[in-house]
């Protein structure tokens, strides 16, 4: 770890060097998050009672180049807290970044927080978004202007054969029309899961898809409130098992109303098991919610939540109760995050390279 820091240092004094020839700007950065999430699922079937308490830390260092190109690298670190290690993983992120208004697409090794998508936690949940960071491929996310419509393509690479690993890659896509009352869209989320080098073990290529089509209205001066309709339609294969393919399905229906900061929302799920492979496969094949694998019919979650910005949006709190019902029992969830995003450019924008 000491010579990954070394390497970075080194990286930052050459890209100082390059900003003072040409004349291009300097960009540090720094993500920073704790995060405290207590699950206590034992009247649950379909939840694991775990807690989940650690740290993420990812500094960067790069180049702006006319005012819409970054060449960036830095790392993704995390601590689990308790672990008797100093560090529970290191990552390397290394991207290329260009930027309008409008588009921008991240290609290399890049954080998830680059993502603009609302996806539902049938697709990730944020276990996710905190563990499974960053991400390895190319992102395009499209912005409108005059509106809050917006489009999101990503290929994450997560797994590269060897004889040891499968192949893995996950291909997710969200997009919105959204004209300030009501808005529609949909979520696209497939994974190809595929074999190891290893001949001699009983393999076989896996597919899991799931799409997300969705309605929604908000409305109210003094409170937000808003309505949002969705289905759920998965398709999975075992390709060793030779069983064809298999479509469970359902629907989605989400309220919220929210005011200073806090929110009160419900989610319920009726439906099949969305997750049928997972007693093969677990987590490797499934990043959503263990709640939508219901056998039930039945799934509803319900939340007061609070969630707020500070000091021009650099510091971030957010904080959850929330009740888990499995159509079996009710379990508890609390959750509480600090993050904190810093950037500082330094250089000239536009200046011409010095005689």
Known sequence: MRCFVKNLLTVALLL???????????????????????????????????????VGFSPE???????????????????????ERSLSSAALMVYYQFETPSIRVDAGIFPRSKMVGDYS????DDKTTFYHDPLQGILFNYRSQTSSSY??????????RTMTQREKFRILADGRWDDGRFWAGGSLMMLHYAKTLDQSLDEGVVDNLLVN???????????????RLGYLQALQRDRRTEQGWMTPKGGEFYASISRW?????NKLYVGENLQPLYPLY??????????????????NRTSIAYSRSFFDDTLQVDAALVAQYDGVGVGLQQVLKIGVSLEKLFGK????PQP
């Open 282 to 299: 677990g987590e490797e094949l499934f990043e959503g919610s263990t709640f939508y694998g219901v056998t039930g019919g039945l799934y």
């Open 151 to 160: 489009a999101e393509f990503l290929i994450d690479w997560e797994g590269l």
């Open 121 to 124: 936690e049938a697709i990730f």
């Open 61 to 83: 260092v790069g180049i702006q180049w006319a005012a819409k190109n970054r060449l960036m690298v830095g790392a993704n670190l995390t601590h689990e807290f308790g672990d």
């Open 16 to 54: 100082g060097a390059s900003l003072t020839l040409h004349g291009q700007e300097l960009v540090l950065s720094a993500d920073f998050e704790t995060r405290f999430d207590n699950r206590e699922y034992s009247a649950n079937d379909f939840g694991e009672s775990l807690t989940l308490f650690g």
């Open 213 to 227: 089509p969705h309605v929604g209205v908000r409305f109210g001066e003094k409170f937000s409130f808003s309505l």
């Open 261 to 265: 900061g806090v929110t009160l929302d």
């Open 349 to 352: 924008r536009g200046s011409a």
